[in-house]
């Protein structure tokens, strides 16, 4: 059905022809779809607009509204018109209903300053509404159609390279000069015979080295108490619980495998606006029973992440071992007809539901994990029409197209730099779990999140367009060509309509200029680039070496903070160097003398040992630490001032030397009492004197 914008609403028009056409045809109302249709508006040319659902802007309406951005300074053009907008809408008072303005802005660290003339965080209605303005003001340029997906055996029709018109399923067709693939899938690019990879790349294929599998690197959102994996426990014959691999495969090798999908759940605290979690209809334990097990096993770290929106909303993401990530059940979705990922859609939705009911009420998990998952509820008026759930499926990564230029590591860490520019990228590289194995000493573990900082970089015009000799009428914003773990910094939202409006302007560019959109005048491109406010590039210093130390490095006895007794102490960090192991904890600077971390010295004999503990110092941290030593006669209190450096060895603080028992009675506990500031704790080293 054809529908048009109109103020904010939508309403049916008269029946498509047996083919309609359009300067530009873009397939996928993504917010680069939707960018990429008011840009050639605005170019003076007319657009078709197909989302194969019912609703447009993707992630940006579905959920994701705590903006992944990096260098702000990044984003330019239409992007930036955004979020401008995003700020526009919230300074009118009355779009505030379960808080106030100044509230959400003074009380709360959202990545927002009220001074600022743009806003990164939003709720989903809001930017739905933003977008249907910005359409509207398109004019009746743009058309927009709803509820058409492309025919996935006859969907593209060329001659030669050249696409003629795409066919979807009810038999409409649509013929265009240019098109634009703004699908998170990929499935126009696809059909048009361009070539695309799906899965990790091994790291030798383009000289990376955070690419392929990556066990060894994984260290974060991974267990950190060991976890029985089969159905029996301690019973390898009565097979392993779902979800759980055999075989990581080689360390750096490649595979068909992509990082785990999710739902970005849209919660609020707010108790007439709260809807609670109820026990699916589709529910199976046996799904979860990894989940209660870890927390038996003591890990009481809350696995979620929920980013505060305004009027008390969330934008709730995945967090720790077991969380809102479906791990290892997304690898046939990018190449799946739509049947099958209707069913892998509807396997995710469930998981995510079953989770948060286990997490909220099941008898097995602690008090304070159910209490925290009650407290959070969907927020009953966002997605009315979808039961409060979101209409969006997080598909992080799907196929990804192979062009002239593949954007890598080296370009995310500006060690190779192209002068082709179309917008930058400046997010870390960031690819979440991809699957759960088996480890040596039969255990399970995760495997396949990476998080390494990028410097903001420019992405290459060759990789939003594919190979003359595939198309020559097509641009590819979304799915472009870049290698797993490059997307893995490129694919944001603020990303993708930098580039869906660059491609639009490079469609209409070949449109004028009567040739191939391999081979329009980059010159000109550039330059009607730069008059839209496109940041094309900027240099940065580099980010600092991040580096852990390996307790096998370290001399004594050292017990890191995932081995402590942790009473809060559930934020994560590992954005400061120096620390032991996979990073370190910190208190988030809130709950003041609610939490603490005790570090127990076991010994086979009764000794004297120097003691030691290990911070990150920054401005941000608190000055007044206090420490406890419980020795042999009795406890000793040492106060820490953490914004200085430590001044012993390997980033340790020394607290001086003490006598401890045999057996595990010794200890040091850190606590946040009475402290300002960021109370960080990593680890404890016992030196035997």
Known sequence: MLFRLTAFTLFAATALSATDSADVVIYGGTSGGITAAIQTARLGKTAILIEPTKFLGGLTTGGLGATDIGNKKAIGGMSREFYANVHRYYSDSAKWQHQTREDYFVKKPHGNSAAETTMWTFEPHAASEIYDAMLKAAGDKVTVVFSERLDLKKGVVKEGAKIVKIVMESGREFAGAMFIDATYEGDLMAKAGVGYHVGREANSVYEEKLNGVQVAHTIHHQFVKNVDPYVKPGDPSSGLLPGIEKDPGEEFSGDKKVQAYNFRMCTTDVPENRRDWEKPARYDE???ELAIRN??????RISWAPSWMPNRKTDTNNNFAVSTDFIGQNWDYPEADYA????????????????MWTYAHHPRVPEKIRTAFQKLGLAKDEFKDNGNWPRQLYVREARRMIGDYV?????????????????MGAYNMDSHNIQRFITKEGFVRNEGDVQVGSRPYPVSYRSIRPKAAECTNLLVPVCLSASH???GSIRMEPVFMVLGQSAATAAVHAIEQSTTIQSIDYAKLKEQLLKDGQMLDFE??????????KKADLKGIVVDDNEAELTGFESEGHTTGGFVERGYRHDGDKLKGEQKAKFILALPKAGKFSVAISYGALANRASNVPVTIHHAEGDTVVVVNQKKKPSGQDNFQPLGSYRFEEGKSGYVEISNKDTTGHVIIDAVQFVAE
């Open 286 to 288: 046996r799904w979860f």
């Open 295 to 300: 927390v038996e096993a003591g890990d009481m």
């Open 340 to 355: 099958n990922r209707a069913k892998i859609w509807q396997a995710h939705e469930d998981w995510q539901k079953g989770l």
């Open 407 to 423: 954007m890598t590591e080296k370009n995310c860490k500006r060690l190779e730099i192209v002068e082709d520019s179309v917008g």
């Open 485 to 487: 773990i490059a997307y």
């Open 540 to 549: 940065s210093p580099p980010a600092p070496e991040v580096h852990s130390i």
